[in-house]
């Protein structure tokens, strides 16, 4: 169960990420998994023109992302021929290329990302800045601003299980512990959907905190063995 939840909070680092990319500055979007950098990225489609790759571990995939991006047809041609093409089309585009889920860089991945940010405004999503996380790229990055994604503050947290209620997708009482889902999540927003993920399927009583204790055992259990949970869902249907 993949609750639709709505965005929420990040109204700083919209701001700021609005005013770099009219600055067509190069940024480095940085936070632990599950901050919600890919969350952030989609909003900002909206109002901002980005190209999105979002895989960003090689360059076959970075070039099929950037070609649907761009409406390049790949054809026959070979993979060194469809970089030199993409980096062609990048030249003066008024978008922001964006490689989402970044980590380590090969040299040539690297060499590739650098020669895009001597077109356009490059992005970095990557969960740490560490040379040895990042890879070849980390020379580059005294040339981007960072913008770093925290944890969500407690308020932030009620926003976002206020709209899972307000949409029905957990009881009304969830709110009675928002202030154990925030914990618990350590204002990680993945982990607080999943809890509420959890809360949804209606095996909880929320007053009980043996029962809370297992609605967390739970959600750790599907993070690890998400098969167990398929398994599970479908033995309920069958019952």
């Known amino acids: 169960m993949n609750l639709q939840l709505p965005f929420v909070a990040r109204t700083k680092e919209i701001t700021l990420l609005q005013r770099l990319h009219a600055q067509r500055k190069h940024v480095l979007i940085l936070g632990a998994e599950g901050i919600g950098k890919s969350a952030l990225v989609a909003r900002l489609r909206l109002s901002l023109r980005l190209c999105v790759c979002p895989a960003s571990e090689r360059l076959s995939?970075?070039?099929?992302?950037?070609?649907?991006?761009?409406?390049?047809?790949?054809?026959?041609?070979?993979?060194?021929?469809?970089?030199?093409?993409?980096?062609?089309?990048?030249?003066?585009?008024?978008?922001?290329v964006v490689f989402d889920g970044a980590s380590w860089t090969t040299p040539k991945l690297a060499s590739f990302i650098e020669n895009v940010s001597e077109r356009a405004p490059v992005w970095l999503c990557v969960r740490s800045e560490r040379p040895w996380d990042i890879g070849r790229i980390w020379p580059l990055l005294v040339r981007f601003e960072h913008v770093e994604l925290k944890p969500f503050h407690p308020g932030e947290s009620l926003l976002l299980v206020e709209a899972a209620v307000r949409g029905k997708m957990v009881p009304v009482d969830t709110l009675n512990i928002i202030e154990w889902l925030h914990r618990h999540a350590g204002g990680n927003p993945k982990i607080l959907s999943k809890l509420l993920e959890e809360i949804a399927r209606g095996q909880y009583d929320l007053s009980n905190p043996l029962a809370l204790q297992r609605l967390n055992l739970d959600r750790r259990i599907h993070e690890i063995f998400p098969l167990a949970m398929i398994k599970k869902e479908a033995r309920n249907r069958d019952e």
């Open 61 to 96: 995939e970075i070039c099929e992302a950037l070609e649907r991006e761009l409406g390049l047809d790949a054809g026959e041609l070979h993979l060194i021929a469809r970089k030199n093409r993409v980096l062609k089309s990048l030249k003066g585009t008024k978008r922001a």
